[in-house]
């Protein structure tokens, strides 16, 4: 009996899993989430994890979340045009970069084993997170003024003794990294809200 494209697709994808134990790498996740209506379908696989979804109803909610209104005032076209889009060109690009499975003959599609198990932050995706790099770059820049305002011998910068500068640079970096971790704990987790960034509430 001979194999359908996808069946083949799939096989070959396990041999190269089973042979080189490939994972996936932060420009894939890049190349997926760097588009949205990508991130979209992510999102909504993300709070239906573990759950194989239909094509159209995948395409119905993603038409919602592009056109700002409820599932059942998109028109048809509107349903249309994203499950085409979907079918002939986004899954088919995440299948192949297994983030997840799709089945284009059922009309069917979930989240690969290899995705579910990954906490993606939203500082890989483009606009979508606080700059902390600048912070950091900021923060490094203000601390550097204090020391040479302390060593040119500044009044009061200068009277402070430089172990208390040590300490005050170690309880700064120490607040902003536990505030950096919790924003990436509970806010920029890719996927655990009810609606994807710059998606308004209905």
């Not at 997926?32 to 239909?54: A, D, I, K, P, W």
């Not at 970069?97 to 990954?118: A, C, M, N, P, T």
């Not at 302390?150 to 170690?170: E, K, N």
């Amino acid at each position: 009996m001979s194999k359908t494209r996808g069946q083949a697709r799939g096989e070959g994808a396990d041999r190269a899993k089973t042979e080189t134990d490939v994972s996936l790498t932060r420009d894939e996740i890049f190349e997926v989430l760097s588009n949205q209506r990508r991130r979209y379908v992510f999102y909504y696989l993300r709070r239906h994890e573990s759950e194989t979804v239909g094509v159209g109803e995948l395409a119905e909610q993603i038409a919602a979340w592009e056109c700002g209104k409820a599932i059942d005032s998109l028109t048809a076209a509107e349903r249309k045009r994203a499950k085409t889009a979907l079918h002939q060109f986004h899954l088919p690009k995440m299948d192949d970069l297994r983030f997840l499975e799709y089945d284009s003959h059922r009309g069917e599609v979930r989240l690969s084993d290899e995705i579910s198990d990954v906490d993606i932050y939203l500082d890989i995706v483009p606009g979508l997170d606080v700059p902390w790099g600048y912070y950091y770059f900021g923060l490094s820049g203000f601390h550097l003024l204090l020391l040479t305002g302390a060593w040119a011998g500044v009044p009061v910068l200068s009277s402070v003794p430089w172990l208390s500068w040590a300490l005050f640079f170690v309880v700064v970096y120490a607040v902003s990294a536990t505030v950096h971790a919790y924003w990436n704990y509970t806010q920029t987790r890719f996927g655990v809200d009810e609606r994807p960034p710059g998606v308004d509430a209905e």
